[in-house]
């Protein structure tokens, strides 16, 4: 689903994804879409559109499905296709923080691999891309992948999850969007760091984004080596 948001100031245009998981009811999920888009404004970001999907789980190396992702893109401007490289989907959900949490900590440590192009596995391209977007056929997603008749009237230049992605999620959906993309966890701690004013706040944000950033260097890291190997 997609509903495009009209306003009249000049900032920054964002776009608001929700993966709606199947223990998550729409009241819900808008209720937390309503908050992010404050969090957004609070940031100077103006919100142009919100797209959700249903899915089973947010795991998917691209977190939506093929259609959905591309209806993404038509926001930003992008391609809507994962380059080449992309990350092997991450094991566990991820968790959704909390705006109350003072020292957002978040960052499960990401074990992705890059793609083998190589591999028998992938030979199949169906196979790939259910590797890519989750499983096909799943009774719990909704991937909506007709393709929608309107352009947008407006084009944004930077992407929000309403949950945490992980690493590999976030490099994936940048290349495939070509926009800046954030999660719940990143949005508040720039949020923080905006208005943080004594040195002792500024601390304690910097904290939280070595919190948030550790685990991610390190997958990153994990991964520099791996291709190396």
């Known amino acids: 689903m997609t509903r495009a948001v009209a306003s009249q100031t000049e900032s920054p245009r964002a776009v608001l994804v929700a993966v709606v998981l199947p223990d998550v009811t729409d009241a819900q999920a808008s209720a937390s ?14 919100e142009v559109a919100r797209l959700t999907q249903r899915r089973s789980n947010a795991n998917a190396a691209a977190v939506l499905g093929a259609g959905k992702l591309r ?15 992309a990350e092997k989907r991450q094991k566990g959900a991820q968790p959704k923080s909390s705006a109350a949490e003072a020292d957002v900590e978040q960052a499960p440590a990401s074990d992705a691999l890059a793609i083998d192009v190589d591999d028998p596995s992938f030979a199949d391209p169906a196979a790939l891309e259910a590797f890519v977007f989750g499983d096909g056929g799943d009774a719990g997603d909704d991937d909506d992948d007709a393709a929608p008749t309107d352009e947008p009237a407006e084009q944004a230049s930077v992407v929000i999850f309403d949950h945490d992605l992980s690493p590999s999620q976030l490099r994936n959906v940048e290349g495939a969007t070509s926009a800046e993309v954030l999660d719940r966890s990143s949005l508040i701690l720039r949020i923080f760091q905006r208005h943080a004013r004594t040195r002792e706040a500024q601390l304690q944000v910097e904290i939280a984004q070595l919190k948030y950033l550790a685990p991610r260097l390190r997958a990153t890291g994990n991964r520099g080596d791996r291709q190396r190997g």
């Open 33 to 46: 879409l309503d908050e992010l888009s404050r969090l957004a404004k609070t940031l100077g970001l103006r």
């Open 71 to 85: 209806e993404l893109a038509r926001w930003t401007g992008g391609s809507g296709v994962v380059p080449l490289g």
